[in-house]
Each structure stands twice: as structure tokens, then as C-alpha cells.
């Protein structure tokens, strides 16, 4: 198709044209990739690994009363803050969703993910199955959830072992719950097994390219189309 092609397909800055003109723009609402799973199942993992590869995505940087892991970047892994200031953001209604998990908060900030979605770039959840739950009343047309399932009990006890950044006390609470979360799988659209990173990651980006993909999510269709049909 040559530069001049009346179907060209306009994307990001480009100005927008009226509808039926020579160039019809089709865009894209953002939308929001959740995943969720028993803590250790490698939901971080993945995550890093999406954000690295591909630049329409950004990660929803949560607050959280837990106190910070060794090598956890205040602003980038979470907005570290005291129980007054979540109360605080509670309070002014700064957070989409927010739950307790293993006896901290967490919250996911209003504010960039509506920019972001708005600005047709897409944003990825490390979140558990109550903010999920949240998101789902709030805006089940922008959600896309995956559930990712560990290999087994004792692999999931590794992996969280093998982290090395929670006391045994921690771990212990952590896999206790894991049953409980678990039990949350049907509330997902999507769930897999993550075996092995080299197999997940390509499996999660194959659901957020096609999710882009979907009718609904696509800007001026209608008038593309048209325009088609008039023989532009
Ligand atoms: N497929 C895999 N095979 C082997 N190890 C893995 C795999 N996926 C993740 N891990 C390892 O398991 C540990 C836990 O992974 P990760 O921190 O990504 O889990 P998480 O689901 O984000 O946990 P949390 O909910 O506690 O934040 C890490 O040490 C990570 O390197
Ligand atoms: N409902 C929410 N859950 C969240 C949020 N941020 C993280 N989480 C979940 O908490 C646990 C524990 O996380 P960790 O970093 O302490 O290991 C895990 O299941 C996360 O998915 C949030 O903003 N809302």
C-alpha cells in the first residue's frame, strides 16, 4: 500500500481526520491487563519481563503499607506509605481498588491509570482477587484478568523460598493463604500454568495483542469501513 493509500491507518500523535475524509484514523482505548495468583506464582516476574518488551504497556506502581523488600525501589515497585497516609487516600477516593493482603494495604492510585487509558496506552495489575474483584464492578469493559497458577504446592513454596526476601514466618502466611486464593480461578478470563518464564511471558502476550484486537477496543471502526465501502 503506498504512502498516498486512501485506507491508510493513522496511529498515535498523527492529527485525526473527520470521518469519511480520504484518511480515517482507527484508535485504540487502553486497557487494563490484571494478573493475579497465589503469592510466589511469578506474577512479578512475568510482569517485568511484558514492560521491558513493549512500550504501549505501563505498570500501575500500587501503594502499600507492607514495609519495602531489600533492592524495592520506592515509586517503582510501590508507593511506600504509612497506614494514616493510606487512610488519608482511602479517604479522598485516590484509589480505583484497595484491599488487606496478608495483613498490609494496598491500593492502586486513580490518577495515571485513567491517564494512561485514556491516552490509548495500556496498563499492567499485579493485584489479588479483591482489587480484581473491584475493577470487574467498576470497569468490566476495559479489564482483561489472568489467572496464573504455579506447577504445584511445593514448586510455589520454592519459588517463594527461592525469592529470599521473606522471613519463614512470611512465606508460612503466604502459602496458608494460597489455597484460599487459589480457589478464586473461575473469576478470570484467562488462566495458565506458569511452568516455565520462557513459555508464560509469550503466552500473556499473546492474549494482550489480541485483546487489542478486539472490535470494541477499536476507535473508528464504523467510519474506516465506511470509507472502504465508498471506494476511498
Ligand atoms: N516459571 C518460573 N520458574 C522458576 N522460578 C520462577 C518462575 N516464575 C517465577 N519464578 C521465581 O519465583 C519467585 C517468585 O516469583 P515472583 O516474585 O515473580 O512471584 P509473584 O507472583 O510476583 O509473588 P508476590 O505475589 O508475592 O508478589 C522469584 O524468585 C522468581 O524468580
Ligand atoms: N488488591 C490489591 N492487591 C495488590 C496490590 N498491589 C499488590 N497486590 C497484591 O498483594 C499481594 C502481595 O504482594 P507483595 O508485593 O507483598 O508480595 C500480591 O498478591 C499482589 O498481587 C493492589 O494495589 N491492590
Redesign the pocket.
Known amino acids: 500500500m503506498s504512502a498516498a493509500s486512501p485506507h491508510k491507518k493513522k496511529h498515535g500523535a498523527s492529527a485525526p481526520e473527520a470521518a469519511g475524509s480520504a484518511f480515517v484514523e482507527i484508535h485504540r482505548r487502553g486497557l487494563m491487563l490484571v494478573?493475579?495468583?497465589?503469592?510466589?506464582a511469578g506474577?512479578?516476574s512475568i510482569s517485568r519481563a511484558l514492560l521491558a518488551r513493549d512500550p504501549l504497556l505501563q505498570m500501575?506502581v500500587?501503594?502499600?503499607t507492607?514495609p519495602k523488600?531489600p533492592g524495592e525501589v520506592p515509586g517503582v515497585?510501590?508507593h511506600f506509605v504509612s497506614p494514616d497516609e493510606f487512610n488519608l487516600m482511602v479517604n479522598r477516593g485516590e484509589?480505583l481498588?484497595?484491599?488487606k493482603?496478608?495483613g498490609?494495604y494496598?491500593?492502586?492510585p486513580r490518577g495515571p491509570v485513567e491517564a494512561a487509558l485514556s491516552g490509548g496506552r495500556d496498563v499492567l495489575?499485579?493485584?489479588?482477587?479483591?482489587?480484581?474483584q473491584?475493577l470487574e464492578a467498576s470497569a468490566p469493559k476495559d479489564l482483561v484478568t489472568v489467572f496464573i497458577l504455579p506447577p504445584s504446592t511445593r514448586e510455589l513454596e520454592r519459588r517463594l523460598h527461592s525469592r529470599a526476601q521473606?522471613s519463614h514466618e512470611e512465606v508460612a502466611k503466604?502459602m496458608a493463604k494460597a489455597a484460599d486464593?487459589l480457589s478464586h480461578w473461575p473469576e478470570y478470563h484467562y488462566v495458565l500454568v506458569n511452568h516455565e518464564l520462557e513459555k508464560t511471558i509469550p503466552q500473556v502476550e499473546a492474549i494482550l495483542q489480541a485483546e487489542r484486537l478486539r472490535r470494541e477496543r477499536q476507535l473508528g471502526l464504523h467510519e474506516f469501513v465506511k470509507a472502504l465501502r465508498e471506494g476511498q
Not at 35 to 40: E, N
Open positions: 494478573l493475579s495468583s497465589p503469592s510466589g506474577k512479578t500501575s500500587s501503594a502499600t507492607r523488600r515497585d510501590y484509589f481498588e484497595y484491599a493482603v496478608f498490609n494496598y491500593g492502586t495489575f499485579d493485584i489479588d482477587w479483591q482489587g480484581t473491584q521473606d503466604r486464593e
